[in-house]
C-alpha cells in the first residue's frame, strides 16, 4: 500500500543522505583525466574502481548501522535499505560511463541505461498486475537495475575493444584524484542533506 510505497521513499532519502559521499566528486574529475592523460586510461579508471568499491563499503556499513539505530523496531524498512544500500556497490562501474563521456559517446551509454530501464519497467509491471509483488520484491527490482546497468557497461566497454581486466590501481593516481574532487565531495554533501533531510525528519517525528 501508500506506507509500503513511503518506506522506498524514505530508503532513499536515507541512503542519500549517508552515501552521498560515496562517489567522491569523481564523476566531474575522471572524463577530465582521460582526456588529459589518454596513456593513463586504465590507470585512472582502475584507481577510481576501487576508491569507489571501499567508499561504498564504508558507506553501506554506515548507513546499515544508522538504520538500525534509527528505526530498531521496523524489520521490513531496515530490509529496504539493506537491499537499496547495496546499489552503491555496483555504481563504482559507472567508472565505465565516465570513460564514455570522456569519448563523447553518450549513444553507447543511453542504449545500455535504456535497455535496463525496460527491463525494470517490465518487471515491476508484471509484479504488480499478475503477482501483487511484495514492497521487499520491488525492492529487489530497483536493485537489479543497477545490476543491468553494470552488467551493460561492462559488456559496451568490451565490445568497444577494452577490458576491465586491464585497470590497475595506483595509490599516488588514487591521491591525485581526491586532492582534485574534495571541493566537489563537500558540496554534495551539503546539496544531498539539504534535499533529503526533510524527509527523514518528516519520518522520525510521524
Not at 563521456?101 to 498486475?129: D, G, M, P, R
Request: with cysteine.
Amino acid at each position: 500500500g501508500p506506507e509500503q510505497l513511503g518506506y522506498i521513499s524514505y530508503a532513499t532519502a536515507f541512503i542519500g543522505l549517508f552515501c552521498s559521499f560515496a562517489a567522491l566528486g569523481l564523476k566531474s574529475i575522471v572524463p577530465l583525466e582521460i582526456v588529459r592523460n589518454p596513456s593513463a586510461k586504465e590507470e585512472i579508471l582502475g584507481s577510481s574502481f576501487l576508491l569507489f568499491l571501499c567508499t561504498g563499503l564504508i558507506a553501506t556499513a554506515i548507513t546499515i548501522f544508522s538504520i538500525q539505530i534509527i528505526q530498531p523496531e521496523n524489520k521490513v524498512l531496515q530490509t529496504i535499505v539493506f537491499i537499496l544500500v547495496l546499489r552503491t556497490f555496483f555504481q563504482a562501474f559507472d567508472c565505465i560511463e565516465l570513460y564514455f563521456h570522456s569519448q563523447v559517446k553518450a549513444k553507447n551509454i543511453v542504449i545500455i541505461q535504456s535497455t535496463a530501464f525496460i527491463i525494470t519497467c517490465s518487471l515491476k509491471w508484471i509484479l504488480i498486475i499478475y503477482y501483487k509483488g511484495t514492497i521487499l520484491v520491488f525492492a529487489l527490482i530497483l536493485l537489479a537495475d543497477h545490476v543491468f546497468v553494470a552488467v551493460g557497461l561492462v559488456i559496451m566497454y568490451n565490445l568497444v575493444g577494452h577490458n576491465i581486466l586491464n585497470w590497475r590501481f595506483n595509490i599516488h593516481r588514487a591521491k591525485s584524484l581526491l586532492c582534485d574532487s574534495w571541493p566537489i565531495i563537500f558540496g554534495t554533501i551539503f546539496s544531498v542533506i539539504n534535499m533529503e533531510i526533510d524527509k527523514i525528519l518528516i519520518a522520525a517525528f510521524s
